[in-house]
């Protein structure tokens, strides 16, 4: 949605904590693998209306998407902070076709390709 700009404005973690750069930042206050809660505040409120969700037809799950390092500046993807423990969600996203890296990435839940087939989801 950030890509092809249906949902804006794009989130900025530099710009929420008024500094130049989230990464030095983080450095500089040793927030290591800490996802910040300038971060947890806007994801958290953000609402995604209805008719904007039924466009998706694909979701990238892939640990190395922009949005994580917005969210923690530090991470380098080899631990699990980000992992999906729950699929619940799905059914907000009614025409989705492809789940992008669940078979290997940040998709951790017990069964995810059994439970995308059976919705039709294809998983990459």
Not at 11 to 39: P, Q
Not at 61 to 86: K, Q, R, T
Not at 95 to 116: C, F, H, M, T, Y
Request: aromatic residues 8%.
């Amino acid at each position: 949605m950030y890509s092809d700009e249906t949902l804006t404005p794009k989130f900025n973690l530099a710009e929420r904590l008024g500094v130049d750069d989230a990464f030095s930042y983080a450095v500089d206050n040793n927030l290591d693998d800490v996802v910040l809660e300038e971060a947890c505040t806007y994801f958290e409120a953000l609402q995604i209306s209805d008719e904007l969700l039924a466009t998706v037809d694909r979701l990238d799950a892939d640990g190395g998407n922009i949005v994580y390092n917005e969210c923690c500046p530090m991470w380098d993807g080899e631990d699990d902070l980000f992992d999906v423990h729950s699929l619940d969600d799905l059914a907000l996203l009614p025409n989705l076709k492809r789940l992008v890296s669940a078979k290997e990435g940040v998709v951790a839940v017990p069964d995810r390709l059994s439970i995308l087939e059976a919705r039709g989801i294809a998983a990459d």
